[in-house]
């Protein structure tokens, strides 16, 4: 029966996120909303909403470890997971928007939350601030897309099929595809999250392993199939939009209101501040260059990120099972690896910038 929840609730996945991302990007347009604000906000928000959810429920049962785990790993497992599934499907265009504004918010705020947990704790009164600042960059958002010039409006316009104004009946029908997309990924998550738990709790792991693995990723898997049927139906702001929005959603809305449930705040554990909150900090730095080169997502550096997912998840089970390989594959990483990326990194940075700069003293 546990696997025929698994199956069933990645159906009502794929289900879902179809009619979320048809519904809202044609319900943004036709408001003059730009898709990637919708990525930023609808979708991203409605598809974190498993993590809110499961979160605020570990919160007040006392389980911060699953909560801390679930916002930390659901990000790791967006950045690197899903972008680089998305990218390794189809190369993924980068609005420079993301670049100026979202990208450096998502490592401010998974600075903000690294510093504030520092002590050990998430505190109400960080908690507030962190959600004060998601109401904030939401409402920043809303008005800018407002603003934009008649221009870039037509060209959203073209570019979904929306030049005419729609009748109040396909607007009603547009929500209606969003309201049942959202209803049917938080259906389907809520399966596979209760199945996949059952079967990590009987394998005996704790309770930070569980909430950064089968439960982080579990609550994401409405982002992954929102980002990469965004993706192939050709929403490529969405699909990148949806992983930054999710990402910022996770670590201001869901830290923060979690911490607001939460009787006495939440426990940061020891082990998260020492490797996997600098993990998922690092991870949001590396969309800096990478999203900077040529603004778009190659399927090479996708590769790269599914890659690094892999080795992250691979260390947590090394160090859960203490096997004795442990020691090599840290030093493999730490000595070669990382390093190796890093400077492959730079150069590429350096290059598209030598590239921009002489494509500008042309013009």
Request: charged share 10%; with cysteine; hydrophobic share 60%.
């Amino acid at each position: 029966m546990t696997i025929v929840w698994l199956i069933a609730g990645f159906v009502l996945l794929i289900v879902g996120a179809e009619a979320l991302v048809r519904g809202s990007s044609r319900l943004a347009a036709s408001m003059g909303i730009s898709p990637l604000v919708v990525g930023l906000t609808v979708v991203a928000f409605g598809t974190s909403s498993p993590e809110l959810a499961v979160s605020i429920k570990a919160a007040l049962a006392g389980q911060a470890d699953i909560t801390i785990g679930n916002v930390v790993g659901s990000n790791i497992f967006n950045v690197l997971f899903i972008l680089g599934l998305s990218a390794l499907i189809t190369p993924l265009i980068v609005s420079q928007q993301l670049l100026r504004l979202d990208v450096p918010l998502m490592i401010l705020a998974s600075v903000a939350v690294l510093a504030l947990g520092a002590d050990g704790t998430l505190g109400r009164w960080d908690s507030l601030a962190l959600f004060l600042a998601l109401i904030a960059y939401t409402v920043f958002l809303i008005l800018q897309s407002r603003r934009e010039v008649k221009e870039v409006k037509d060209a959203y316009d073209s570019a979904y099929g929306l030049e005419q104004p729609r009748s109040l009946l396909q607007v009603a029908a547009n929500i209606g595809w969003s309201v049942a997309g959202l209803a049917l990924l938080m259906v389907g998550a809520a399966w596979l999250v209760d199945a996949a738990v059952a079967i990590a709790r009987h394998l005996g792991l704790s309770e930070l392993i569980v909430g950064l693995t089968i439960v982080a990723a579990g609550t994401s898997l409405p982002e992954v199939a929102a980002s990469v049927v965004a993706g192939l139906r050709g929403e490529r702001d969405i699909a990148v939009g949806n992983v930054i929005g999710s990402s910022l959603f996770n670590l201001l809305g869901v830290a923060g209101l979690a911490g607001l449930f939460a009787p006495n705040g939440l426990n940061v554990p020891a082990a998260a501040l020492r490797f996997d909150i600098p993990v998922m900090v690092a991870a949001a730095v590396a969309c800096l260059p990478i999203f900077f080169t040529g603004y778009c997502i190659a399927r090479w550096e996708g590769a790269l990120f599914l890659g690094y997912y892999i080795a992250y998840t691979l260390y947590l089970i090394l160090d859960a099972a203490g096997h004795d390989g442990l020691g090599a594959f840290r030093a493999a990483m730490t000595g070669f690896v990382i390093p190796l990326t890093a400077v492959t990194l730079a150069v590429v940075s350096l290059r598209a910038l030598r590239h921009k700069r002489r494509n500008a003293m042309k013009d």
